[in-house]
């Protein structure tokens, strides 16, 4: 089992910035890849980048690329996603995602590669 908790949400002026934390518990952190995505209301969840257990290997989606980075430090178990620049089309609940099995990196898009999630942050960007 892991326990994934996000924190760091808030309300933001467009053009700012918010850094994300996902603690995650209950296993080898280091031993699986994380993932963000966001939901926004009445809208599917989505890919917003990906990091792999080493830290070596990152991806986002066109939408965040460049504006958004996502980093992990796997002595403190946590994952990070900094937003800068922010749009109020970033408006969504944010969650983390373990994935613990062995995929191909591009697989890490969709929401099917994750087993574990966290409970969601609300991020809302004002114009």
């Known amino acids: 089992q892991v326990q994934l908790v996000e924190s760091g949400g808030g309300l933001v002026q467009a053009g700012g910035s918010l850094r994300l934390s996902c603690a995650a518990s209950?296993?080898?952190?280091?031993?699986?890849?994380m993932g963000w995505f966001r939901q926004a209301p009445g809208k599917e969840r989505e890919f917003v980048a990906a990091?792999?257990?080493?830290?070596?290997?990152?991806y986002y989606s066109g939408s965040v690329k460049g504006r958004f980075t996502i980093s992990r430090d796997n002595a403190k178990n946590t994952v990070y996603l900094q937003m800068n620049s922010l749009k109020p089309e970033d408006t969504a609940v944010y969650y983390c995602?373990?994935?613990?099995?062995?995929?191909?990196?591009?697989?890490?898009?969709?929401?099917?590669?994750?087993?574990?999630w966290g409970q969601g942050t609300q991020v809302t960007v004002s114009s």
């Open positions: 995602a373990a994935n613990t099995q062995f995929v191909a990196f591009g697989k890490l898009v969709s929401t099917s590669a994750y087993d574990y």
């Open positions: 209950g296993r080898t952190f280091s031993n699986y890849d």
């Open positions: 990091i792999a257990r080493s830290g070596g290997i990152t």
